[in-house]
């Protein structure tokens, strides 16, 4: 599903620079890939944190995977292969919003370890940020949670192919920021996530 197809195609760049955007902006672009469990938390994060940057008047947006495949990947089940084909595509996207000088979270649960590194080395190439931050969750907890009643389904046979049940889930070896969200609070998780951001400069005018 990668390879490309079309032919004579060629990048056209604009007058308007990467740093001219970050600049009018006051702040860098980055992407920060919140992934873990279904019921980790991930979501409620990424929702706090947008609010947050917004109250500190930095511009982010939120890719929620419930969102993204009411949309753009609604022709996208949860296949080995299609989860791939979802988290490239949202990797090409979170790539143009931080070209623009936007701050991209990103909430999937993403369950390949080999799907994200393809993420971060499409950002790294083309000298993006890529954030990864693993919302470590105990499977009981998050089960115990299961706000959308999708575990309950799972075990009785009615979901295939669910992380952390018939399918696996592949944690991150070595992300930037770790939440234990069956152990922390919201209002932490969301300070570590802004000073990340602060102590990397990405929340400051760019030069």
């Avoid at 007058?15 to 279904?38: C, P």
């Avoid at 999937?108 to 993006?128: C, M, N």
Wanted: negative net charge; glycine residues 8%.
């Amino acid at each position: 599903m990668t390879q490309q197809v079309a032919n004579n195609v060629v990048w056209h760049d604009g007058e308007v620079t990467r740093a001219d955007r970050f600049n009018r902006l006051g702040q860098r672009g980055a992407t920060l890939w919140f992934t873990g469990l279904s019921g980790s938390g991930k979501s409620t994060i990424a929702v706090a944190v947008e609010k947050a940057l917004h109250k500190l008047g930095k511009l982010s947006y939120r890719l929620d995977g419930d969102n993204i495949r009411l949309g753009i990947n609604k022709n996208l089940g949860f296949s080995q292969e299609d989860r791939t084909e979802n988290i490239r595509r949202i990797g090409e996207i979170s790539k143009l919003y931080c070209d623009t000088g936007i701050i991209t979270l990103n909430s999937f649960i993403s369950p390949y370890r080999a799907d994200r590194d393809t993420v971060r080395q499409l950002h790294e190439d083309s000298g993006y940020n890529f954030i990864e931050v693993h919302v470590d969750c105990a499977l009981a907890c998050a089960e115990e949670r299961d706000p959308k009643g999708l575990y309950k389904k799972a075990r009785a046979g009615e979901i295939k192919n669910f992380t952390g049940i018939d399918d696996p889930y592949e944690a991150p070896i070595d992300p930037e920021i770790v939440l234990h969200t069956d152990e922390m609070t919201l209002e932490d998780e969301v300070e570590i996530i802004l000073n990340y951001l602060q102590e990397h400069r990405y929340l400051i005018l760019y030069r």
